[in-house]
């Protein structure tokens, strides 16, 4: 079982940066897909960007792509979520989420963190 943690969210002015990052307990940490998703009020939960286990593969989604970058260190049981450029449409509850991937199902997440606020003021 993992258990994931996020921090690093707040409030923060259009064009800031900012870095969340997600604590995982376990030993297995490195063996899941980690993810980013974000929700914002009377939305749905979207995927922003996937790490493979290994970290050599990432996605994301259009909305983010060349502003985040996500990134992982497995001897730390830690990944990462840099956001730069913010904007007030990136404002959002940011979760952490570990899962794996199969052929037959895809990506499926598994664990889940509690949340991060991000607020970007205009």
């Known amino acids: 079982q993992v258990q994931l943690a996020e921090s690093g969210g707040g409030l923060v002015q259009a064009g800031g940066s900012l870095r969340l990052s997600c604590a995982a307990s376990?030993?297995?940490?490195?063996?899941?897909?980690m993810g980013w998703f974000r929700q914002a009020p009377g939305k749905e939960r979207d995927l922003v960007a996937r790490i493979s286990a290994s970290g050599g593969t990432r996605y994301y989604a259009d909305s983010v792509k060349d502003r985040f970058t996500i990134s992982r260190d497995n001897a730390k049981n830690t990944v990462y979520l840099q956001m730069n450029s913010l904007k007030p449409e990136d404002t959002a509850v940011y979760y952490c989420?570990?899962?794996?991937?199969?052929?037959?199902?895809?990506?499926?997440?598994?664990?889940w963190g509690q949340g991060t606020q991000v607020t970007v003021s205009s």
């Open positions: 376990g030993r297995t940490f490195s063996s899941y897909v």
């Open positions: 989420a570990a899962g794996v991937y199969s052929l037959r199902l895809g990506y499926e997440y598994e664990y």
